[in-house]
């Protein structure tokens, strides 16, 4: 940790910004969270701590910890956040009432059930002026309209909420109370993905595949794959030849793995290998992150020698475009490290 804030110290914005994005992409949050400090530090004295930037990064932070599960250090950031979000941009943003349902999920996993309960319900009764229609709206009767981006951000409010809602009556033994919500809740993510699906040519890229892959954990949470799949191969099918379909095709072949379809898993990987290659070439990083994708399968099979031919490809690959220094080039190499061990154990 102490040596990530050292290298943290001499790095530059841009450099800050790829490597923490790296590290969250692939699920290493606990390694972003030292370049957090810096990044914070310089987005101050560019913008100051009242802008939109600011908030951005605390947002990012909060992310990361909510992977780590460090609930006292979230509920910190989400109390900051909501107190600059109020002064920038007023009581009735979207802003605000995604900032209340992330509060509701921290309080919940603080067992704080009737302040999260509150929390979810005010977010729910929460107003967003619409404006094509050029009037407030509640956030759980607000309607698919022309206005694509503010619609989006309050589906995907909405449906945090609920999410917290399930988990909270399943904590608290209300059984029959928690099925309903969590009918609902699948039925508002079904809606919401398509709509993003729709809208594939107006947002960008990387957004969209946050949104779907943050979306789809409900599917995951509920055991519901088989409607994760579905909408998955949509996905996949629609942003084949571009650079979505990578990531989406890593997250169903996980999926598949999870549920031990390991044929099917290796499927999405071997036809992600070839398709990234015909787009990318063979001496790409997004080849490189294909062929890492391969080596996962191989690990969740056991076959760690044919995992470890193909994380030594890969990094021949990292090292040769971006350097031993690289993020990607570190990762895999650990990656390797914690194989040698396994094979060693044997």
């Known amino acids: 940790m102490l040596s990530s804030l ?3 110290q001499h790095m530059t914005w841009e450099e800050l910004e790829k490597t923490i994005a790296y590290y969250q992409a692939g699920d290493m949050h606990l390694k972003a969270i030292p370049y957090f400090q810096q990044i914070l530090e310089l987005a101050e004295l560019r913008y100051t701590k009242n802008s939109t930037r600011y908030v951005y990064w605390l947002n990012e932070l909060a992310r990361s910890y ?3 599960k460090d609930w006292s ?3 910190e950031i989400y109390t900051e956040i909501e107190t600059l979000t109020l002064k920038i941009h007023g009581k009735r943003s979207v802003d605000l009432a995604m900032c209340w349902a992330n509060l509701g999920n921290v309080y919940m996993q603080l067992k704080q ?8 319900f005010d977010v729910q009764h929460f107003k967003v002026f619409n404006p094509v229609v050029k009037r407030y709206i509640a956030v759980n009767v607000f309607e698919e309209d022309e206005a694509y981006s503010l619609n989006l951000e309050v589906k995907k409010v909405y449906i945090a909420s609920l999410n917290t809602l399930v988990d909270i009556y399943k904590r608290t033994g209300a059984d029959i109370v928690a099925k309903e919500v969590t009918h609902k809740a699948l039925e508002e993510t079904n809606k919401t993905i398509r709509y993003i699906l729709k809208g594939f040519k107006r947002e960008p890229p990387e957004q969209m595949i946050e949104d779907i892959k943050r979306l789809m954990v409900i599917y995951e ?6 409607e994760a799949e579905e909408l998955y191969l949509d996905a996949i099918q629609l942003t084949q030849g571009t650079v979505l379909y990578l990531p989406l095709s890593s997250s169903l072949s996980l999926i598949y793995q999870r549920i031990g379809e390991f044929r099917a898993s290796k499927l999405i990987c071997s ?3 070839k398709i990234t290659k015909e787009n990318f070439g063979d001496r790409s990083i997004e080849f490189a992150m294909a062929i890492t994708d391969l080596a996962v ?14 994380y030594m490809k890969a990094r021949s690959i990292a090292l040769f475009l971006e350097g031993k220094d690289s993020v990607m080039y570190q990762t895999i190499d650990e990656k ?11």
Do not use: M, P, V, W
């Open 297 to 310: 399968f191989y690990t969740a099979k056991g076959d760690y020698f044919e995992a470890s031919k193909l």
């Open 6 to 8: 050292l290298s943290a």
């Open 271 to 273: 036809s992600a290998l």
């Open 221 to 226: 949470n509920y055991e519901n794959y088989t």
């Open 73 to 75: 250090s979230l509920l």
């Open 113 to 120: 059930y009737e302040r999260a309960e509150q929390l979810c």
């Open 66 to 68: 909510q992977a780590t």
């Open 336 to 346: 390797l490290d914690e194989l040698y061990k396994i094979g060693n154990q044997k």
